[in-house]
């Protein structure tokens, strides 16, 4: 999608000119004008999509599996934590943790599983925040509200069993490492994808 903008950009200034000469001699009005130039350009930019096979709705294919997954094994692990599903589940899990969260079912009351959780989305998100070059208002906007939801993650995480808590910072921890690996340059030369004008020789 990155390397597609200057190809679109100068998609974009040819069509507005053609508009343009279209419009005087047609007698089109400002407004009649515009409305041709924006629905040519959607078109363009369906067809430069089609050809990239790069549509922006594939990049959220993996978020509509993702959180009802994440959503699901939370609930499950709940109920395995409070005996809803089984006392002999319940035991286990009471004295299967490690380290200092020996008990999975109880809230983890050093708060490092928490604090942990909330400093590892952080770093997601500054991580997400750092590759754009130029952010619009609705990114920074998302990006606000993305700092938020990881500092609120951190009391609501201290509350719900550690067994919870444990699979939330596994599942970020694994986020992290797909985000730091992807913007490796040997990583990406391997993998065979195409270097932007965001990529950097020293990403870390």
Known sequence: LENLQPEIKK????????????????GWSE?????????????????????DNCHPFKATLLVWVQIPMWVCVSLALRNCSVGAVDSGVQEQFSAGGALWFT???APDSTWILPVSLGLVNLLIVEIFASQ???VSRVQ???????????????PVAATVPSSMALYWLSSSFVGLSHNLLLRSPT???LCCIPRTKSDSDTPY
């Open 31 to 51: 407004k009649v004008a515009r409305f041709h130039f924006k629905k040519n350009l959607r078109r363009i930019i369906t067809e430069l999509y089609i050809r």
């Open 132 to 134: 754009k070059m130029e």
């Open 103 to 105: 008990d999975l079912t």
């Open 187 to 189: 990583f990406r030369r």
């Open 140 to 154: 920074k906007l998302a990006t606000n509200f993305f700092r938020v939801v990881s500092v609120v993650m951190i």
């Open 11 to 26: 998609l974009a200034e040819r069509l507005r000119y053609e508009v343009s000469v279209r419009g005087k001699q047609l």
